[in-house]
């Protein structure tokens, strides 16, 4: 194992809110609280052991416990729940939508950049304790979304429809999955651990949640990762005044909205917020709250509330109150006793319009922590690279550029055409610098003239380009394949690829090696040789 880093910038992939947030640009900082450095987690510590309550930590740990009730907990897990009862434990935190099989790799880097850091944060500070927690977005409902994951170039979907919240969908029809996804798997050892996997976690269970939660449990339960699931009438009933005030005042509309008319001067805009945040969620469905004059419409269906009405049932029912994106982030920082958020960089930039909304209620603004992001190159590949002088941030290029930038290193012809562009520009200046001298009226002759020698430069630069291309098409043809291979689609593999591929040749060594590699403090993006 080889480990590299490249800055996040540098891959092409990330953001302008992003760069500046890594940056800590001026223009940002009011955004945001605490920095994510060991002098930001010193003050984000004490800010929230003076915020969280004690009697949120008994119920918090309550409902854990129910939730693993019947789930095959590690000694790791169990102290890291128990702990949690301590005022001197905190949470890091990171939360994935119920994707069919983990969905993306990415999945694993940001569970894996999480335990990573409440380790990191265990030995700088030893006072306290910090344990990994995955959240899961089970009351999320856009299924389209979620029902397939991709295995060597194929779609393995899930079709089979649902309403409502997704962590309460049962598993029907998977089991024509599972069969045509072990097809694909093969036979080898390795296979047979996914087989095992999916099988036991879909088949064995009743609901996504319970699926989810067997899966990451059993991917990470050695490193103590605490599961949890936010649809919970306990952990809404502590949650319950805030939902009062959202659907009485409005005030995440009204905040939040003047946040986005300064962050969007510079930023562009990642979720807009309706005048009421929540959503009405039951078995089958999941609809937006809408307030008319005198009573509250559950979109898309005939149910009304007067104000008294919805007041009650949030009251008896506050597990029929789901929060939207808006309020899911300030609902995970009420009930968890959390220090820092590990996220994307597109969940990040949503964050950054949040935290007028929090210092308006008094909740601690959480650390925001752009998560690990790796490209794994095996040795095959780091060959090839190597044979045709590909650095890791090459690959990162537009393929145009990659292969422009190649074939021009490779060919046996050198001439520069920017030194051309140059020194005809220079010789333009002298000629414009005579005609200003004489006669005003033919500058303008003189940068017609220019311009058009300057793009006839460029078009014997392209014709040159395209003569070299066909001349090394075999080698043109090699870079264009084994870039293919890295950024299927011209995109990020962690954005497409399932884990399931790269287990299936390195087995366990797999979570070994990026278990190892991520360093979540590092903020770079990491080239992983296995």
């Known amino acids: 194992m080889k480990v590299s880093h490249i800055p996040f910038e540098n891959t092409g992939f990330f953001s302008k809110i992003i760069s500046d947030y890594l940056d800590q640009k001026e223009s940002l900082q009011q955004f945001y609280q605490n920095s994510p450095d060991f002098k930001g987690f010193t003050r984000q510590i004490q800010d929230k052991k003076e915020s969280y309550p004690t009697r949120s930590r008994k119920i918090l740990v309550d409902v854990l416990k129910e939730q693993y009730h019947s789930v095959d907990t590690s000694e790791a897990t169990l102290e890291n729940i128990k702990s949690l009862e301590d005022q001197n434990t905190f949470t890091i935190t990171t939360g994935h939508q119920l994707n069919l099989f983990t969905g993306p790799l990415y999945f694993l880097y940001k569970i894996i950049s999480t335990i990573n850091l409440s380790e990191t944060l265990s030995e700088k500070f030893p006072e306290q304790h910090f344990v990994p927690v995955y959240w899961m977005a089970s009351e999320d409902h856009d299924f389209d ?6 295995f060597k170039g194929e779609k393995v979907m899930w079709n089979h429809p649902h309403g409502g919240g997704v962590g309460r969908f049962s598993l029907e029809g998977l089991q024509d999955v599972f069969t045509s996804f072990s097809t694909l798997l093969g036979n080898s050892k390795n296979a047979s651990y996914l087989k095992q996997l999916f099988e036991k976690a879909y088949l064995d269970h009743k609901t996504l949640s319970e699926a989810t939660r067997y899966i990451a449990n059993e991917l990470f339960k050695e490193y103590g990762l605490i599961i949890i699931d936010p649809d919970h009438q ?16 409005q005030t995440s509309f009204k905040v939040v909205s003047k946040t986005i008319t300064s962050l969007q001067k510079e930023y562009k805009i990642q979720v807009t917020p309706r005048e009421i945040n929540l959503f009405y969620l039951t078995d089958n469905s999941r609809n937006r709250i809408v307030q008319g004059e005198d009573q509250y419409h559950i979109h898309d269906s005939n149910i009304i509330f007067s104000k008294a009405e919805i007041l009650d049932e949030l009251e008896n029912h506050s597990e029929r109150f789901s929060p939207n994106v808006i309020m899911r982030p300030l609902y995970q920082e009420v009930i968890l006793p959390n220090l820092c958020y590990v996220g994307g960089g597109g969940e990040l930039a949503y964050w950054f319009e949040l935290k007028s909304y929090f210092d308006t209620l008094q909740i601690p603004f959480p650390i925001l922590l752009l998560r690990n992001s790796v490209q794994i190159v095996s040795k095959k590949q780091s060959k090839k690279l190597d044979n045709l002088k590909i650095s890791f941030e090459e690959i990162f290029l537009k393929q145009h550029q990659l292969i422009a930038k190649k074939v021009q290193d490779n060919s046996t012809i050198k001439f520069s055409f920017k030194n051309a562009k140059e020194l005809l520009n220079q010789q333009f200046l002298a000629l414009r610098n005579i005609a200003n001298e ?7 002759a003189v940068d017609a003239q220019q311009r058009k020698q300057i793009k006839g430069l460029e078009n014997l630069e392209k014709r040159l380009l395209r003569a070299e291309k066909r001349k090394q098409a075999d080698f043109v043809t090699r870079i264009a394949t084994l870039q293919n291979q890295l950024l299927p689609n011209q995109g990020l593999e962690e954005r497409q690829m399932n884990f399931s591929e ?11 090696a990026l278990k190892k590699s ?7 993006f990491t080239i992983l040789e296995i």
């Open 145 to 150: 979304e979620i029902n397939y994951f991709n």
């Open 234 to 249: 306990r952990l809404k009933d502590v949650f319950a005044p805030i939902m009062k005030d959202e659907i009485l005042n």
């Open 438 to 444: 004489t006669d005003i009226s033919f500058v303008g």
């Open 502 to 512: 790269y287990y299936l040749v390195y087995g366990q060594d797999l979570m070994i």
């Open 518 to 524: 991520l360093n979540p403090l590092q903020s770079a």
